[in-house]
């Protein structure tokens, strides 16, 4: 088995007073998708601000590439190697696609834009990822459609040569079409091999592209096994309860806290 | 899609053609090249203000205060010439408290998270009071160092032009360069827009949103120089309606108040549409009065526009 590309070892994180996540631990190999499922509020967007420098942990480990590291913000996090697609997509209406998968990022000498070095470096990375719905790099993100966007937030993502991608529920507003087109560009991600974390709620398209599968359960992680170890009534059960049979938590009661 | 990015004050440029047109056919002086180049001069010190107001606005902020800055930085350099100080030194003190007031201006919004309408709304309250207390009355101005931006001027194509008005067109073309076509800039439209999602992207929001009221404070303190070259006379009392005539300029040209789309270009043209407005309605004997109706009823329909046409976008 490869070595994993990013650990998470005995994560906490509270908001205040409010404990969000409790000794969270997390594998992601490079090659591969790791799914991270769990209810609403289980922490799930938590885990992935934490990774990407925007919230900052309270103890614990983040291991990338075999050195634990500290990511004091989003730079630091995107000078590792590690791109996050949010959950609200963080695209700016008023920009264009260029402008968007640079923004904060942006190539030329001295804070003078190179646009046409850009414009190419978003065309090619649009095309390698085998986009075809956009017509022009120029457009502006406000008139696209949901599943354009989503394509955007990715390429911009994929643009810089990152080790991993955390992808904070991709689908959660595409239609079938848009959603398809979506979880084989996820697939692609790790069989060009990165590692990929995907958030999702939606069990048939975990169970499609997922390798492993990580449950959070009140900001804890039950369980993280390989996909064809699980079943899909069995990863349902972990969500809602936090057990199934004898994976997860030894007694329910613990996560009542 | 008057405010698309790509497309920057084509609509406020047709709306100033159209007000020249109809100026020129009605009446008999208006197209006089005197005239002309008095209208522009008039548009000068607002409009200098209107871009520092620009900035700010693109960050979905607002600028109550800006007038009330450049007239305490006009009796500031005044008033330390004829206490004695060399003309240079005052004229750069009275740029640093401008740049130092758009600081705290910046201070207070991006640190203590104060919305910018109350912030300014404080200090127009403030730097009023404080002309005031400063100096009963106005202060002339015989330095020819702080009269100079007025005094000097050159032919250009038959229509004298004066250094003020070369400084107010090199500010904004270097503006809109910076703009359009730096990082900086991107990261102002980006902030504007969607501060979260620059935020998200790596970009210090904080620092992008100080470094424009710094920058809106440093043109105020050059509205002020360009304030003292028109009329060689600090007064405590002069462009009280400087706050909303420069936001009337943003708007008309085209800038959303709710930040993020517009141009500085857009509000070249808008400030031009305010002085030509006045001047032509003027000439056609129309009361001071009525042409404050019709500024109100353009700024209305100037941001009715604004909101339709972002209803649409989404
Ligand atoms: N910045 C914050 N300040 C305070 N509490 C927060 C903050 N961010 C998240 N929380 C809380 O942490 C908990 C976990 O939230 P999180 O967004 O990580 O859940 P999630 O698993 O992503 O849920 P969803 O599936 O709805 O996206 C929630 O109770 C939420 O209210
Ligand atoms: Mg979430």
Not at chain 2, 14 to 24: D, E, N, Q
Not at chain 2, 71 to 77: D, E, K, Q, R, Y
Not at chain 2, 276 to 282: F, N, Y
């Amino acid at each position: 088995m490869t070595e994993p590309i990013l650990e998470l070892r005995g994560v906490n994180k509270s908001f205040g007073p409010v404990h969000v996540l409790h000794d969270v631990d997390l594998v992601v190999r490079p090659g591969e998708v790791t799914a991270l499922v769990g209810d609403n509020g289980a922490g799930k967007s938590t885990v992935v601000k934490s990774i990407a420098g925007i919230h900052q942990i309270d103890s614990g480990e983040v291991v990338f590439d075999g050195e634990p590291v500290h990511i004091p913000g989003p730079r630091e996090a995107a000078t590792l190697g590690i791109e996050v697609v949010y959950q609200d997509l963080a695209l700016c209406d008023n920009l264009d696609i260029v402008q968007n998968m640079f923004l904060g990022r942006e190539r030329g000498k001295g804070g003078f834009l190179d646009e046409a070095d850009m414009e190419r470096a978003a065309r090619e990375t649009l095309a390698s990822l085998s986009v075809r719905t956009v017509k022009s790099v120029r457009t502006q993100v406000s008139s696209l459609s949901g599943g354009q966007r989503q394509t955007v937030a990715i390429a911009k993502a994929v643009l810089w040569n990152s080790k991993v991608v955390l992808l904070d529920e991709p689908t959660a507003a595409l239609g079938v079409a848009q959603t398809r087109q979506v979880l084989d560009l996820v697939r692609r991600l790790a069989d060009q091999g990165l590692g990929v974390v995907l958030i999702s709620h939606n069990m048939n398209d975990v169970f499609e592209v997922a390798d492993t599968i990580a449950t959070l359960y009140l900001g804890r992680m039950v369980a993280q096994l390989p996909t064809r170890d699980l079943t899909n009534t069995q990863v349902v059960e972990l969500i809602t309860a936090g057990r199934s049979g004898d994976i997860g938590l030894a007694k329910p009661e613990v996560a009542t806290v | 899609m008057t405010l698309n990015l790509r497309t920057p004050a084509v609509g406020p440029t047709i709306a100033l053609v159209v007000a020249v047109v109809v100026f020129s056919v009605t009446t008999s002086t208006f197209l006089e090249l005197d005239n002309l180049s008095l209208v522009v001069e008039q548009s000068l010190v607002v409009g200098t203000m209107a871009l520092g107001q620009t900035l700010i606005i693109l960050t979905a902020g607002i600028d109550l205060a800006n007038a009330a800055n450049t007239v305490l930085a006009t009796l500031l350099m005044a008033k330390l010439v004829v206490g004695g100080a060399p003309s240079w030194l005052a004229l750069l003190a009275g740029l640093a408290v401008a740049a130092f007031i758009g600081g705290v201006t910046g201070g207070l919004v991006t640190r203590v998270k104060l919305p910018p309408f109350i912030v300014t709304l404080g200090l127009l309250t403030i730097l009023t009071a404080v002309s005031r207390i400063y100096t009963g009355q106005s202060v002339p101005v015989t330095d020819p160092l702080l009269s100079w931006l007025g005094t000097r001027r050159y032919l250009f194509g038959g229509i004298e032009v004066t250094y003020g008005m070369t400084v107010a067109v090199i500010m904004y073309v270097v503006l809109w360069y910076a703009l359009t076509r730096t990082s900086w800039g991107k990261h102002v439209y980006a902030v504007g827009n969607e501060p979260e999602a620059a935020r998200l992207s790596g970009i210090n929001v904080r620092r992008t949103v100080l470094s424009v009221y710094l920058i809106a404070g440093l043109i105020y303190g050059i509205a002020a120089w360009q304030a003292l070259g028109r009329v060689p006379n600090a007064d405590p009392n002069a462009y009280q309606t400087g706050n909303l005539d420069s936001i009337t300029a943003v708007v008309l040209g085209g800038t959303s108040l709710f930040g993020g789309r517009g141009s500085v270009l857009g509000t070249l043209v808008g400030a031009l549409i305010v002085t030509v407005l006045r001047s032509g309605l003027t000439q056609a004997g129309i009361d001071d009065l009525y042409q404050n109706v019709a500024t109100g009823v353009l700024v209305i329909a100037a941001v009715a526009l604004d909101r339709f046409s972002r209803g649409r976008q989404r």
